[in-house]
């Protein structure tokens, strides 16, 4: 009786704290978005990282997964942080309506910040085979024709022509 008495006066208060410590769904949110209007972005994504990890099934963790990316991507510009956040974001939430989204990212930030065209054709390619029919679908297509060509090639002679008189 006694080793029972002990465990619960150890165990209870350790319950107690840990059940008390954990932040809501809600506030998690909060703090994450307040974060990010501060541009505190390496905060912000361990809030969300944090979100993600401890609110799964939420209707907000596709958006704080996608927010992960984004920041890398827009925000920090660390690319191939981005990327794998990005492909988290497809295989975490497939059938989310940002998926497509994620996965034409992840060519474009291939072709035009890293500049890795295999890889880059690799994700559009992926990205075609998966939603032929989405409205980024002409773009996946035209990133691929246009794949290492600089600008200036891409505009007709006949135009350039016109622009030098």
């Given at each position: ?7 619960f006066m150890i ?155």
């Amino acid at each position: 009786m006694k080793k029972y008495l002990l465990f619960f006066m150890i165990a209870f208060p350790i319950l107690y704290f840990v059940s008390c410590s954990r932040v809501s769904e809600e506030e998690l949110w909060k703090q994450s978005q307040t974060l990010i209007e501060e541009g505190k972005h390496k905060e912000a994504i361990e809030k969300l990282k944090q979100f993600v990890k401890e609110f799964p099934k939420s209707e907000k963790a596709p958006d704080a997964q996608f927010y992960i990316a984004s920041i890398y991507n827009n925000d920090l510009h660390e690319f191939e942080n981005a990327i794998e956040e990005y492909r988290n974001f497809v295989e975490m939430f497939p059938e989310h309506s940002n998926a497509p989204k994620a996965l034409f990212l992840i060519g474009f930030i291939y072709n035009n910040q890293l500049h890795q065209l295999d890889k880059a054709k690799s994700a559009y390619e992926e990205f075609l085979n998966k939603y032929p029919d989405h409205e980024l679908t002409q773009s996946a297509q035209i990133e691929i024709q246009t794949l290492g060509k600089n600008p200036e090639e891409l505009i007709p002679p006949e135009i350039v022509s016109k622009e030098k008189k």
